[in-house]
Structures are given as structure tokens and as C-alpha cells.
């Protein structure tokens, strides 16, 4: 468990809970998931001093709850946010094959892109005063916040002086920027998703596609439809957080840090969604490829039936002719000249040549004619 302390533009690690939080600041307390159980009976002793109330038992049980979707919840004194996070590539890896080898060096896998489809619950109990974020084990989002602010930070006597990055106000600040950061790398992987699909588009059209992985695009399209769900979820849970934040304000938070929030949360929806537009998108081109792709197959059909129809015409007098000179008479025509067969055998050639002609000029043998 970790312990951070804001206040005043400065920021400090602490060992243990403060025992009030400074007039101008806050606490965030953040852990991974595994830890929770242990850490938990000092968490609810920190959510009553600091924030006025233990969390329920309801809430505990999603704080644990690695599966849980993207949900929003209150009370009268603290808010509860699930956010399922993309998980990253080492994360997918692991997951997928034990860590064995990474998903990148799979060039012959069809579905590299859409296998980091894969999501990690993190959770959030904002109080006024308090932050506690559930993290799942080695988290970047979390990490990635110390770090920024490290980077960008002057020690003083226990300190950490942050001159150039704007520190969070409040939990909810706080919150809303991890939650945004987690959104970010959902319009990151629109663009690979983007790649990917082009990439099957172009071989469902090729005239050899016999090699076009169709399992992959179906199982492709069967996680664009969870990626679709998964973020209508986010939206819903974000919306309901900025109801609750116009409808019922915290009466000690100033107006203007009101509306920042505000302003933060309209932006991490319109984010999401982006992603949700894209994605529906993304499936649309799907099925269009589907269909080109058997049109394409359709219209080479076509061509092959067309050019077998019209040899079939060609031959078809020839054998017409054959057939009359092959029946039992004993007076026929040609039969008892001398030059009667090459007089027949040059008919039957010019008839075929003739009917080559008008066909050519009628694109029927012609490749893709008209």
C-alpha cells in the first residue's frame, strides 16, 4: 500500500495515514488487488477518519472483484468507480500463452491486434478528502502518475515541489485524470485495429484469397462486439458520475474546481466515445469486406461461367455438324467426293472462327466483360 499526501502544490510519500488531511488537500491511498484483503482493516480505518464513513460491504466486494464491469456507484459521502483499463501487451502475453514469447513477434498470428483486447478492473472510492484506488498487480496507471510528477518536481525538506505540472485538487480530479489516461490507450489501439483490418480487407479481395484467414476475422468481429459493450459500459458509468456531480456538488468544493471536473469528465466521455464510434466502424468495414469479398467471388464466377458458355455455343454447331455426317445413309452430300472432308473440316472451322468473332466483339470470352 502506498500513501500520498497533497497539498498546496506539493506532494509527499508517507508511511502511515495522516490523522487528519491538511485544509487545502487530500490523501490518496492506492494498492494492488492481491494486497487488499491484507491492507483492508487500516483502509476502513483510514475511510473513517479521513473520509467519514466505512466503505460497505457491497463496495468491498467490487473493489476485490477483478472481473467486475464498468460500474458507478454512491452514497452520501463517497463515490465508487470501476473502470476497466486495456491491458498492456506484457499483460496480454501473459495471459495468452504463459509469457512464452511476446504477441509482436507472432507476424503469422491474424489476430495480433485484436488479441490486446483484453481489460483489467481498477477501482476507485472517492471521499472529499480521500482517494483509494485497487489496482491490479504491477499497473502502470498508478505508476505512471508518481512518475510524471517526479519527474517534474524540486525536493524540499520532505517535499515534493511540483513547479511545472498542475497537481490534482481533489480525489475526483485525480480520479477523472487516471481514468483519462486509461481511455487514452483505447484510441491508441483504434489506430493498430485500423491497420489490422485494411490489412484483411486487402486480402478478402485479392483474386487468390483462398489464403484469407476467416476464423480470424470472425473471432476478430466476436471482440470488436466485446470491445463495443465494454466501452458502452464506461460510458454509462461516466455519465452517471457527471449527473451526480451537477445534480448534487460537494458543497465545500469551490465552483471553479466544480467545473473543471465537470469540464474533465464531458472530456473523458467524448474520448470514449470516439472509441465507441470508431469501433462501430471498424465492424462496419468488416462486413463490407465480407461482402465484397463475395461479390468479388460472385463476379469471378460469373466471368468463368460466361467464358464456358460461350465455348459450349462455339462447339456446340460443330457437333451439330458432326453428328449429321456421322448418320447411316448411303447418299450424302461430300460423302463420295474426294476433297469432301477437308470441304467439311473447312466449314466447320470457318463456322467456329465466325462464332469466336461475334463473341469477342460481344465481350462474352473477354476477362471481366461487360
Not at 505512471?144 to 515534493?160: I, M, N, Q, T
Amino acid at each position: 500500500m502506498h500513501i500520498v499526501e497533497f497539498a498546496s502544490g506539493t506532494l509527499r510519500f508517507v508511511e502511515q495515514v495522516p490523522r487528519v488531511a491538511q485544509e487545502s488537500g487530500f490523501i490518496w491511498i492506492y494498492l494492488e488487488r492481491e494486497s487488499l484483503h491484507e491492507e483492508w482493516p487500516q483502509l476502513q480505518e483510514a475511510a473513517q477518519r479521513l473520509g467519514g464513513s466505512a466503505l460497505l460491504d457491497l463496495h468491498v466486494q467490487d473493489l476485490e472483484n477483478p472481473a467486475h464491469p464498468s460500474n458507478y456507484d454512491y452514497t452520501s459521502i463517497y463515490d465508487v468507480v470501476v473502470f476497466r483499463r486495456l491491458a498492456t501487451a506484457a499483460e496480454v502475453d501473459v495471459e495468452l500463452n504463459g509469457g512464452a514469447r511476446p504477441i509482436a513477434a507472432a507476424e503469422s498470428n491474424a489476430l495480433a491486434a485484436f488479441q490486446r483486447i483484453r481489460t483489467r478492473a481498477v477501482a476507485f472510492a472517492a471521499f472529499d478528502r480521500l482517494l483509494i484506488s485497487v489496482h491490479p498487480a504491477g499497473c502502470f496507471t498508478a505508476r505512471s502518475f508518481v512518475e510524471r510528477y517526479l519527474a517534474d518536481a524540486v525536493h524540499s525538506d520532505g517535499l515534493v515541489v511540483v513547479s511545472r505540472s498542475r497537481l490534482p485538487s481533489s480525489p475526483s480530479d485525480l480520479m477523472l485524470r487516471m481514468i483519462n489516461v486509461m481511455v487514452d490507450s483505447y484510441l491508441e489501439l483504434r489506430k493498430e485495429l485500423s491497420a489490422e483490418m485494411d490489412r484483411w480487407q486487402q486480402a478478402l479481395l485479392r483474386p487468390q484469397s483462398e489464403s484469407a484467414n476467416w476464423s480470424a476475422l470472425m473471432a476478430a468481429r466476436a471482440e470488436l462486439h466485446t470491445l463495443e459493450d465494454l466501452c458502452e459500459e464506461q460510458n454509462d458509468a461516466m455519465q452517471e458520475w457527471l449527473d451526480t456531480a451537477r445534480e448534487q456538488p460537494p458543497a465545500a468544493l469551490p465552483l471553479a474546481e466544480r467545473d473543471g471536473l465537470i469540464a474533465r469528465a464531458r472530456d473523458v466521455i467524448e474520448h470514449i466515445q470516439r472509441v465507441v464510434h470508431h469501433v462501430q466502424r471498424i465492424e462496419q468495414a468488416a462486413e463490407t469486406a465480407v461482402q465484397i469479398h463475395f461479390a468479388a467471388q460472385s463476379h469471378r464466377t460469373n466471368d468463368i461461367m460466361r467464358t464456358l458458355t460461350a465455348l459450349t455455343a462455339i462447339f456446340l454447331p460443330l457437333n451439330l455438324v458432326t453428328g449429321i455426317f456421322g448418320m447411316n445413309f448411303d447418299v450424302m452430300p461430300l460423302v463420295k467426293v474426294p476433297l469432301g472432308f477437308w470441304l467439311a473440316l473447312a466449314g466447320m472451322l470457318a463456322l467456329a472462327v465466325t462464332l469466336v468473332l461475334v463473341f469477342w466483339r460481344k465481350h462474352y470470352l473477354a476477362r471481366g466483360g461487360r
